[in-house]
Structure formats: C-alpha cells, structure tokens
DNA sequence: AAAATTGACATTTTT
DNA sequence: TGTCAATTTT
C-alpha cells in the first residue's frame, strides 16, 4: 500500500482522492503535477479501477509513457494498459476501429504536413489558380490559414483578414481551393491532422452508440496541459466524459503557448462553468526552483493578468540570484554560453543544463560554436525527425505495400527512379490500381521491362505482399533498395543521414505491425531512440518543446526585441501576452541556475552587418533587483576572443564574421591541453590546419578545434 | 516529360 | 540557409 498522505501534500492529496466527477486542477509551474497525475493513477488502480478504462491523454506520446512508467514503479506492476496519448492518436485509435461508419469501408490513411501540402500542390495545379502570380502565396502558407480557420473555428476571411489584410483579393481563390482540397481527401480517404479531431466528433455525435462504447470503455478521463487544447479537444473531452463523468483535467492558464494553432485558454477557465459542481484545486507549493528563481519568475507572472491567482512558494530559500548577461554580439553569446556551461557542467551533469530560445534557427551560432569544441548536443524542436528528406523516402518506399494503395506514396516512391516524373508516377500509380482491381498488369510489366529499377521495386513489395514480413526485415530490405539513391543524392552528408536510419531502424524494432508503425511515424507517436536524452549531451530546445520539462540550469538565450517577443507577436496584444507567458514558461523550467542572454547586437545574414538590436521588453519589466548583471569577461572561446567590438558595430562596419578565420598553429601530438568542459587530455594527433585528436580521461578521443584549447608548454 | 538551373523569398512555435 | 516555384535545357 502506498502511502498517499505522507508522499502529498493536502492539495495533492485532495486531487489525487477525489476520483468522482469533474475536477480542474491548477498546477503551477513545479507544483508537482506529474506526481500528482501519477499517483492518482496509482489510486484509481488501487482502488479496483481497472487499467485499461483509464484514459489518459497528454501532449506527447513521451509524457504518457513517462507517467505510465513511474505510476507502475509506484505501484509495482505493469500500467502498460492504461489508454493514452494525444488527442490525435486516440482520435486515430478510434476512427481505424469505426472507419466504415466514416464513409472509408477500405479504411483511410493519415497525412502529415508534407502529405498535405503535396496533396494541395496538386489541386492547385489542376485548378491553375494563381499560376505565374509571384505574389500568390505558397502552398504550405495558404493550408496554415485553412488551418488555423478550422482550429480557431472561425471563417477563412478572419483569419485572412488578421493574419494577411493584404492577401484579401486572393480569399475567393482559397476558397476554391479548400473545397477542391476536401474533395480530394475525401476521393483519395486521406485525412490530414485536423480531420481527425473533427472527424472523431462528427463519428461520435453521429452515431449514438459508438459514443455509448466509448463512454463504458473509459469511465476515468484525465488530460493533462488542459490550457493547450482547443475548442474541439475540449468538446472531445467533454463528449467522452459526459457531462457529469469522471473527468479530471490538470493545467496551468499562465502557461498556455499554443493560441497560434487554436489553444483556447477559455477551455480552463470555463472549466466550471461547462461542468457544473467541478472541484477547483489549486497546487501552489513549489518544489522545482530555489526562492530567488522562483521571486524572478513571480515577478513576470504578476505582470501577465492571469485569471487563476496563484501564490507560488517554495522551500528552497538557499540559491543565488538569476544572471543577466550581455554580450556584444549573438556569437559573442555563443561564446559567453559555452563559458558558463564550462562551469556549469563541474556541478551537473551535461544533460542536466538545456539551453533554450524561442524559434530553432536562433540556435545556429551556438551550434557551429558547439561542433568546434565538440561538445555534444542534442536539439529538441524545428525540424522532426520523420520530416527529413532520406527519412521520408523509406517510409514512403514502406507505404507503398498498403492496401488500398496511396497515392502519395507512390508518388513519392517512384519519383525516386531515374527517368520518373510526376505524370509517370501518375500513369504507374493508376496501372498499379487496375492491376489490383482487374487483375490486368500487363502495363506494369511493361514499364518493368523497360526501366530495371522499376523492376527491383515490384519486385521487392511483391515479395512483401505475398509473404509479409516483419516490420524491421521489410525496412532491412527498402533500405537495401534505397542506399544507391541515397548516395547519390545525399553525398555531402551522407553519414549523419544513414544514422538517422539506422534510429529508424531500432524504431522498428518494436513493432510488429507494419500499419502500426507507420501510423505511428506520421502521428510522432513513436518513442524514437533519438529523442530519449542522451547522457552525456547538452540539450538544447526551442521552449515549445521544452514544456513540461526541468533542468538544474537554464540558459535563455537571444532575449531581443524582433525575436522575443518574435517581429510577428508585435502587433498583437494577445500575441504579446502569449510570448510573456512562454517567457514564463522558459523561466519556470530552472532548478537551481537561470541565465538570461541579451545580446547587444546580432548578425543579419541579408545585410552581412551585425546589426544592433534591443533587450527584449519583458526583460526591462523585470525589477533588477530580482538579478544579477553580468560582466561578461573575456573568454577562451573563439567567440568573443575574435570579437572585439565592445558594443557591435556601427552601422557601416564590417562584418566580424567576414574576417572570421581560424589561425593555423603548429602544436605537436603528445603534449598535454586543457578543455572547459572536459579537462586536462592528451594531444593523440594535431589535424592542420586547426584541428586536434584529443584523449580525455573518462571522455574519450574528442576532435576539437584548437581555438578550444589551452596548450600546456 | 524529366532534369537542371535560376531566382526569389521567408524565417515561430507543433499535432 | 535552404527551400520552393518558375524557367530553360536536355
């Protein structure tokens, strides 16, 4: 037996007890809420709920697994049953089960945002609209508009008129091509993310008894990050809960971050008002930060109007004040941050200190900085994993043994041939179909004949149709088929593209139903190998990706006016409140250390001048007491050593990244050095013009630049 | 019809 | 910076 009252306190406690009706909790940042959402589920199975009516839905497929994993340590057994995910995946979850009430008796298939856009490419080509206008906009912006219409549930023209006054004329051409768009999906039983929120409603409204299944199969709901649904999540939850159900939703109003794909912050404030007799608790106790972290991040809450008042507090009163440190320029940051992670990283561990910023490509400086002392890193956010070029062929190579074939997949597949292009692929993809339907392939084996690829192709999904086999040995053989195009299309970067296969590969591994990984691959819903935290790798993340997680130091990087608050928010005032809040958020995320990085001025590719920027205005709102301003001292990195400009240059400098060079230096192999981060080592052999082989004890043979080293005489 | 080339442009955040 | 779309060449 677990011992709740001694492992909560009353807050918790109450809110992991009350396992009846609808209950809101308010979770301040640190309060626990993982730990309370754990040990409730612990409770409920303890108290004779059965596992599986549990349904559990989370933002990421890696926090369901996280608190499935600590619930069944808690309670010794396996919680492997418990329903969860995203609302995306349950919604897939539960339409692959009713498809054929849908209107898909063959089933459908889910896009992802490159599906789409490629899907919409075609439309637009077929209805030629906007052809030859070079300020029509591209493909991929017009769908995040119909998007962001369908999420915020209002009409294309408000988005258009908010997002894009100027786009105004062009409203009746979306318009068209919304509709040619759905038509298509519809033809081809696609769906696309969106769809399968509203489908799932319209499959539940619609038919009464598969929302009566539905509701005896999950008697407990809990969504976590509440703040973040938006409106037909919140019907969703609602629908399946019913209104009087047992329905538990944890969130935090002052850390909602996605208005900008629909979140609707009304769902948690409404929350008692939807359902009636709610419980309301608040977590307020602290456990995450230390006192002076803690008054800095309540200092930008009081500033935000938040709805729920809240009082956080923490027992941890030692600790020293948050820094603020500002460097001359974006790559003196690099270096100024590669300075204090030195430091840093002798009280924790690498994986323990993230580095955060607002978009991902604010990363780059620091980035090359990083790969020149080989300190690595592991970058959470911007690009995905399944959204890499050699990643998306495979898959696509994989999609095409699905039955009923999909046309984007084959698309894709066989663009990869020589001499293949759109209409071919078109032409093939229809022959395919027939051969299947009337068992005439004779067009096939004609092409066959003529192209020896096409032939290789054929026949390895024919060998995989006729006698399938497991998800990895098919994936052994596509990758089989796929390496020569690969390497000729890929020969810069070849390695770190055969290992992000070589991830797929152990993704794989796990499963043993080819459908279920590749549903899993469009939905991120896998557990990918890549994205486990590496041990002995500093994290960096864009703060999106960062929610929900913590560090023992945190380091804010690029806190400038244009970038954060990012050009766009600037305008809005309820945008502005939404990048205060992702402040918060970032802030929120430190134990013991937080940093805050304002640089003085920032390169601009366009211009090749660095030009100067502004502190972010949020961080002139802050009391400067709450903080200690940083000299920044000169360092050993190259990034401020080469940077003498105190102050950025004037307007009509030059570029210091044009003069940028590393020198060459004679050091011999066998003498001795010193790293920041990973100490004394031995030179094992100098790589001209800059380069070193280095051998650090307890780290390994490193390749480092020399500009990261001090040489020992 | 496909492949190669040029030219423009955008650049938040994610399921 | 790389990516996308229009253009020219094969």
Redesign the pocket.
């Known amino acids: 037996m677990i011992d709740y009252e001694k492992s909560l306190n009353p807050a918790q406690l109450e809110a992991v007890t009350t396992t009846r009706g609808p209950v809101l909790v308010i979770a301040g940042a640190g309060s626990g809420k993982t730990r309370t959402i754990v040990y409730r589920l612990a409770y409920l199975v303890e108290q004779g709920v059965p596992p599986e009516s549990i349904l559990l839905l989370t ?2 497929r890696k926090a369901a697994s996280q608190m499935l994993r600590r619930a069944g340590e808690l309670l010794n057994r396996e919680m492997g049953m418990v329903s969860g995910g ?4 349950f919604s897939y979850m539960i339409l692959k089960k009713f498809a054929p009430a849908l209107g898909f008796p063959q089933g459908f298939s889910v896009m992802d ?1 490159a599906d789409a ?1 490629e899907l919409f ?1 075609g439309v637009r080509n077929e209805l030629k609209v ?7 906009p ?4 017009i769908l ?1 508009y119909l ?1 962001k219409a369908r999420n915020k549930e209002v009409s294309l023209q408000s988005i258009i008129e908010s997002e894009a006054a100027h786009l105004h004329d062009y409203l009746e051409d979306f318009k068209k091509l919304e509709e040619a768009y759905l038509l298509e999906k519809q033809k081809q039983a696609l769906l696309d ?2 769809d399968l929120l509203f489908f799932l409603e319209r499959l539940l409204t619609d038919n009464p008894e598969v929302l009566e299944y539905v509701r005896s199969v999950y008697g407990y709901v809990m969504v976590d990050e509440y703040q973040d649904t938006n409106l037909v999540q919140a019907r969703l939850a609602r629908l399946i809960a019913s209104d009087q159900g047992n329905i538990m939703v944890v969130g935090d109003d002052a850390q909602s ?2 208005g ?2 629909g979140a609707d912050v009304g769902n948690i404030l409404d929350f008692p008002g939807t359902f009636p007799g709610a419980r309301v608790i608040k977590l307020e106790q602290n456990y995450r930060s230390t006192q002076p972290v803690l008054s800095l991040t309540n200092c930008i809450l009081s500033s935000m109007g938040q709805k729920y008042e809240k009082n956080l507090f923490s027992t941890r009163t030692d600790g020293a004040r948050p820094e603020l440190i500002t460097p001359s320029s974006d790559m003196a940051q690099a270096g100024a941050v590669l300075s204090r992670v030195e430091e840093l990283s002798s009280r924790y561990p690498l994986h323990d200190i993230a580095v955060l910023f ?4 604010h990363a ?1 400086p620091l980035e090359v900085e990083l790969n020149k002392a080989s300190i690595g890193y592991q970058k ?3 690009m ?1 994993f399944s959204e890499a ?1 050699h990643i998306k062929d495979v898959l696509s190579l994989m999609r095409m043994v699905q039955d009923p074939p999909e046309i984007l997949a084959w698309k894709r597949g066989l ?1 990869l041939l ?8 078109q032409r093939l993809y229809q022959a395919y179909c027939t051969s299947l339907t009337s068992g005439d392939g004779s067009e096939l084996k004609k092409f066959e004949t003529k192209n020896e690829q096409f032939a290789g192709l054929m026949e390895l999904l024919r060998r995989q149709k006729n006698l399938p086999a497991s998800p990895s040995s098919f994936l052994t053989e596509v990758l089989d088929f796929y390496r020569p195009f690969l390497e000729e299309k890929h020969m810069e970067d070849l390695p770190r593209r055969l290992s992000g296969l070589e991830q797929l590969e152990q993704i794989t591994s796990a499963y043993n139903h080819l459908e279920a990984f590749l549903a899993d691959m469009v ?2 819903n896998s557990d990918p190998v890549g994205m486990q935290a590496r041990e002995d790798a500093l994290v960096l993340s ?1 703060i ?2 960062a929610k929900g997680l913590e560090w023992s130091a945190v380091l804010l990087i690029d806190l400038v006016e244009e970038r954060f608050p ?1 050009r ?2 600037m305008q809005d005032p309820d ?1 502005m409140d939404e990048e205060q809040r ?1 402040l918060y958020v970032a802030c929120t995320r430190a134990r013991d250390y937080l940093g805050l990085f304002v640089p003085q001025s920032i390169y601009q ?2 211009t090749g001048f660095n030009q100067r920027v502004w502190p972010s205005p949020f961080v002139r709102e802050i009391d400067t007491s709450l903080y200690s301003k940083v000299k920044e001292q000169a360092g050993i990195f190259s990034g401020e050593k080469k940077n003498p400009q105190g102050d950025g240059p004037l307007p009509g400098e030059v570029s210091p990244r044009s003069s940028r060079r590393s020198q060459t230096s004679a050091v011999p192999a066998g003498g001795y050095c010193r790293h920041k981060v990973f100490g004394r080592g031995k030179v094992v052999q100098a790589l001209p013009p800059n380069k070193y082989k280095v051998n650090f004890p307890g780290v390994g043979l490193k390749t480092i630049s020399g500009d990261y080293l001090n040489f020992e005489e």
């Open positions: 933002f990421t995203t609302f995306h995946g945002a856009e490419k906007g052809q030859g206008d070079k300020s029509f591209r493909n991929r912006t995040s998007s993310f969106d971050i996605y900008f794909r607002r978009a991902a490509y780059y959470f956010g911007g995905k070029a663009g020589k001499g293949v292009g759109p209409k071919t692929a939905l991120e864009t999106h990706s990012s766009r928010a945008d992702l590719r366009s």
